[in-house]
């Protein structure tokens, strides 16, 4: 198969300059975050960890996220424990935190404009 992984996240926002300094500045993510192999950052770039991903569709009665969205988005973290307590220092709400067994730890936060995101710390 020619596909070798997911090449971006594309989601419209009321505010896009705003999320997107939401999501840099609470998770480290998007444009500007990492390097490359040369350990230079590019502005619209985000370089991330390989590893893992869940590519699935959910069933359309699906409770998992909320039935007005149509995605959520699940980022792969470490020390999910850390990352929590700086979300909570900075007035964030978490609201879901479960583990399954041979998968790991989850917790379920929102960003400004409602859109669930899932952070998982995959099992060691």
């Known amino acids: ?7 971006g996240y594309f989601f419209r926002a009321k505010d896009p300059a705003k999320l997107k300094a939401w999501y840099k500045d609470r998770l480290g993510v998007g444009g500007g975050c990492g390097t ?43 020390d999910l ?10 007035g964030e709400e978490i609201s879901r935190e479960e583990t399954m067994d041979g998968v790991g730890r989850f917790a379920r936060i929102h960003d400004p404009e409602g859109n669930p995101i899932e952070l998982w710390e995959p099992e060691a």
Do not use: C
């Open 81 to 90: 424990d850390g990352l929590l307590a700086e979300l909570r220092a900075a």
């Open 1 to 7: 198969m020619p596909v070798i992984g997911m090449g």
């Open 36 to 78: 490359d192999d040369k350990g230079e950052p590019h502005e619209w770039v985000w370089f991330h960890q390989g590893g893992p991903m869940v590519f699935e569709p959910f069933k359309q009665d699906s409770d998992y996220f909320p039935a007005d969205r149509t995605a959520m988005v699940n980022l792969r973290v470490r």
